[in-house]
């Protein structure tokens, strides 16, 4: 159980950090486009999407554990790390649109 | 005793990696004071700190907070370190930028 735990511990920690690094490349990515710098703006969003994925998939793994009955019971850290996904999906949605409409303003 | 300062985005999970840390000062035979805040206590915490260390979540926040501390040394902690919760390499990396 011990080692279950500082398991769960981990994939929460790792979970954090990837969509963590995800929300702010795409607080980066407006901020680029803000000042127009589009090559910098399309990286950080590629960046972000690519660290949301790792997150997503970590997550996606102790689904996988909880529908086989090996899941350790749910704690603080795993809120946490779903409520930074939840945050970085969110913020990756809007980093996207804001992109779009500075290129817009931009190009006036 | 120095002030080696963490910001994250609440100062909660960054909590953990600050008690690795501690531990390894421990075992170091080192004393500093470890503390994480999350980066809207940064004006409070700041001022004090010997070394800021950011979280992968407010990596965006480092020219700025280099702007606000431009004789401090400010560095973020990277994703695959913070993931592991390597307080050994976290530690060392502020003891780096310390000189010590």
Redesign the interface.
């Given at each position: 159980m011990a080692d279950e735990m500082e398991g769960l511990e981990l994939v929460s920690f790792q979970i954090i950090a990837s969509v963590g690094t995800a929300r702010s490349c795409y607080i980066a990515a407006i901020d680029a486009a803000a000042e127009g710098n589009f090559d910098e703006a399309d990286a950080q969003i590629k960046e972000g999407k690519e660290a949301f994925i790792q997150g997503h998939d970590d997550h996606a793994g102790l689904l996988t554990k909880m529908a086989n009955g090996e899941m350790p019971p749910m704690d603080l850290l795993l809120t946490h790390a779903e409520d930074q996904l939840m945050s970085a999906e969110a913020f990756g949605i809007l980093a996207d649109r804001f992109v779009t409409l500075y290129k817009k303003v931009y190009s006036k | 005793m120095k002030n080696i300062t963490l910001f994250?985005?609440?100062g909660?999970?960054t909590g953990?990696l600050v008690k690795k840390m501690r531990d390894e000062a421990a075992r170091l035979g080192k004393e500093y004071n470890i503390n994480a805040y999350g980066l809207a206590e940064s004006d409070s915490y700041g001022p004090q700190a010997d070394v800021i260390l950011l979280?992968?979540?407010?990596?965006?926040a480092l020219p700025k907070i280099k702007e606000s501390y431009p004789n401090k040394p400010v560095e973020t902690i990277d994703?695959?370190t913070?993931?592991?919760?390597d307080g050994k390499t976290v530690l060392a990396t502020a003891m780096k930028l310390m000189g010590e």
């Amino acid at each position: 159980m011990a080692d279950e735990m500082e398991g769960l511990e981990l994939v929460s920690f790792q979970i954090i950090a990837s969509v963590g690094t995800a929300r702010s490349c795409y607080i980066a990515a407006i901020d680029a486009a803000a000042e127009g710098n589009f090559d910098e703006a399309d990286a950080q969003i590629k960046e972000g999407k690519e660290a949301f994925i790792q997150g997503h998939d970590d997550h996606a793994g102790l689904l996988t554990k909880m529908a086989n009955g090996e899941m350790p019971p749910m704690d603080l850290l795993l809120t946490h790390a779903e409520d930074q996904l939840m945050s970085a999906e969110a913020f990756g949605i809007l980093a996207d649109r804001f992109v779009t409409l500075y290129k817009k303003v931009y190009s006036k | 005793m120095k002030n080696i300062t963490l910001f994250c985005a609440g100062g909660m999970s960054t909590g953990l990696l600050v008690k690795k840390m501690r531990d390894e000062a421990a075992r170091l035979g080192k004393e500093y004071n470890i503390n994480a805040y999350g980066l809207a206590e940064s004006d409070s915490y700041g001022p004090q700190a010997d070394v800021i260390l950011l979280g992968p979540q407010v990596r965006y926040a480092l020219p700025k907070i280099k702007e606000s501390y431009p004789n401090k040394p400010v560095e973020t902690i990277d994703m695959r370190t913070y993931g592991m919760m390597d307080g050994k390499t976290v530690l060392a990396t502020a003891m780096k930028l310390m000189g010590e």
